[in-house]
Nanobody, 129 residues
Framework: QLQLVESGGGLVQVGGSLRLSCAAS????????IAWFRQAPGKEREGVLC???????????SFLDSEKGRFTASRDNAKDTFYLQMNNLSPEDTAVYYC???????????????????WGRGTQVTVSS
């Protein structure tokens, strides 16, 4: 079983920044795509971005146009930890942010939550105006 633990959420003001972390453990993650999703109250879960597995080219895929230029991603392979740096936050970014892992597409990413088999419990991000 692959465990995913998110951290780094909190309450920030408009224009602020947060860095979310997703720590993976329990299984080797080399073959998994690791994705960040978010879910706002009353809305469907939507993909934010995704790290392709190290068994592929290990690229990063963005799923949201609104995040481009504001969100950046990085990974620490030694720690099996995946980061989401979020800058210039707006109230529309308020959501629970989840980390997910899947390999149904052989380590490639997809914005559909259905291809991911393991999920963390999420971390709350609240942006106040």
């Amino acid at each position: 079983q692959l465990q995913l633990v998110e951290s780094g959420g909190g309450l920030v003001q408009v224009g602020g920044s947060l860095r979310l972390s997703c720590a993976a453990s329990g299984l080797p993650v080399d073959g998994y795509a690791i994705a960040w999703f978010r879910q706002a109250p009353g809305k469907e879960r939507e993909g934010v971005l995704c790290f392709e597995s190290r068994e592929t080219q290990g690229g990063i895929m963005s799923f949201l146009d609104s995040e481009k230029g504001r969100f950046t991603a990085s990974r620490d392979n030694a720690k099996d930890t995946f980061y989401l740096q979020m800058n210039n936050l707006s109230p529309e970014d308020t959501a629970v942010y989840y980390c997910a892992a899947g390999r149904r597409l052989n380590g490639y990413c997809d914005s559909s939550p259905r291809i991911y088999d393991f999920w963390g419990r999420g971390t709350q991000v609240t942006v106040s105006s």
